[in-house]
């Protein structure tokens, strides 16, 4: 199952716009700071977060020492496992933003790639990182991708899902819809949220999930036919669960069908 997302900026932009997101200022979020001394300002952390921390234990419990992270955008998370861990991270975009995170020297290597059509420098020795990017990717281009890495010999994938679909998310999506239209600003159409079934489907035929790890965030770590890490918001309880997950269910397939009809009314 999936869903369209769809976000606003404080620019009205009417399509995504990443290089221009990365250079404007306004845009906190998504903007790369032009100096160093700025850019650490950002990044810059006494300890790592709870995902940084899961990702380096389970990558030295792999035996891995190279990280190569794509669609790396501001690089927050890639910072912390450089800091702490003695990984190699090396880092990859398809904005020229990139060369300003190259110009800092603080990864072992930064790539202007597109890793769709563009040769990807990497081999088995390499863990892959996927950071919060699979929206920018059709279904197809998805399995494209699964296939690519299946190909290059990459074993270890940490797939960290920009969101997993659920009621929430599902409340969220109309909420934004309602905000762009009382703000008179344009939405501008981000890629899908999936479900966990839905990625299963798409890597089922290169790579499958054989560890859960729960923390405050959502991330997927996965391995060729080994392993994929999904870290969940919360667990319902067990003697509750089935009722639970019976009725998010049926509670998501009948907001989705909602979202559905405001999109066909709102012609959005």
Same mark, same amino acid.
């Given at each position: 199952?999936?869903?369209?997302?769809?976000?606003?900026?404080?620019?009205?932009?009417?399509?995504?716009?990443?290089?221009?997101?990365?250079?404007?200022?306004?845009?906190?979020?998504?903007?790369?700071?032009?100096?160093?001394?700025?850019?650490?300002?950002?990044?810059?952390?006494?300890?790592?977060?709870?995902?940084?921390?899961?990702?380096?234990?389970?990558?030295?419990?792999? +035996? #891995?020492?190279?990280?190569? =992270?794509?669609?790396?955008? *501001?690089?927050?998370?890639? @910072?912390? %496992?450089? !800091?702490?861990?003695?990984?190699?991270?090396?880092?990859?975009?398809?904005?020229?933003?990139?060369?300003?995170?190259?110009?800092?020297?603080?990864?072992?290597?930064?790539?202007?790639?597109?890793?769709?059509?563009?040769?990807?420098?990497?081999?088995?020795?390499?863990?892959?990182?996927?950071?919060?990017?699979?929206?920018?990717?059709?279904?197809?281009?998805?399995?494209?991708?699964?296939?690519?890495?299946?190909?290059?010999?990459?074993?270890?994938?940490?797939?960290?899902?920009?969101?997993?679909?659920?009621?929430?998310?599902?409340?969220?999506?109309?909420?934004?819809?309602?905000?762009?239209?009382?703000?008179?600003?344009?939405?501008?159409?981000? +890629? #899908?949220?999936?479900?966990? =079934?839905?990625?299963?489907? *798409?890597?089922?035929?290169? @790579?499958? %999930?054989? !560890?859960?790890?729960?923390?405050?965030?959502?991330?997927?770590?996965?391995?060729?036919?080994?392993?994929?890490?999904?870290?969940?918001?919360?667990?319902?309880?067990?003697?509750?669960?089935?009722?639970?997950?019976?009725?998010?269910?049926?509670?998501?397939?009948?907001?989705?069908?909602?979202?559905?009809?405001?999109?066909?009314?709102?012609?959005?």
């Amino acid at each position: 199952m999936r869903l369209k997302h769809y976000g606003f900026f404080k620019e009205n932009i009417q399509s995504l716009d990443w290089e221009r997101l990365r250079n404007d200022e306004s845009e906190t979020p998504y903007f790369i700071p032009f100096s160093l001394e700025k850019y650490l300002v950002r990044v810059d952390t006494d300890r790592p977060s709870k995902a940084c921390y899961e990702i380096i234990k389970e990558v030295k419990e792999l +035996g #891995y020492s190279k990280i190569f =992270s794509i669609g790396s955008g *501001l690089a927050f998370l890639e @910072y912390q %496992i450089k !800091k702490f861990s003695d990984f190699s991270v090396y880092i990859s975009d398809f904005t020229p933003s990139i060369l300003r995170l190259k110009s800092f020297s603080l990864f072992n290597d930064c790539f202007l790639i597109n890793v769709l059509t563009d040769t990807i420098p990497v081999d088995e020795t390499y863990v892959i990182l996927f950071p919060r990017i699979d929206t920018e990717f059709d279904d197809c281009q998805l399995k494209e991708l699964f296939s690519k890495f299946h190909q290059l010999g990459i074993k270890k994938i940490c797939f960290i899902p920009a969101q997993l679909l659920s009621f929430h998310i599902i409340v969220s999506e109309l909420k934004t819809r309602f905000l762009g239209l009382i703000k008179q600003r344009p939405l501008v159409f981000c +890629g #899908y949220t999936r479900s966990e =079934s839905s990625f299963i489907n *798409l890597w089922s035929p290169y @790579y499958k %999930i054989s !560890k859960k790890i729960n923390t405050d965030s959502v991330f997927f770590f996965w391995t060729l036919k080994t392993i994929v890490v999904m870290i969940e918001y919360e667990n319902l309880g067990k003697a509750n669960q089935p009722f639970f997950e019976a009725y998010k269910r049926n509670l998501m397939k009948f907001l989705h069908q909602v979202g559905m009809y405001w999109e066909k009314c709102c012609d959005i």
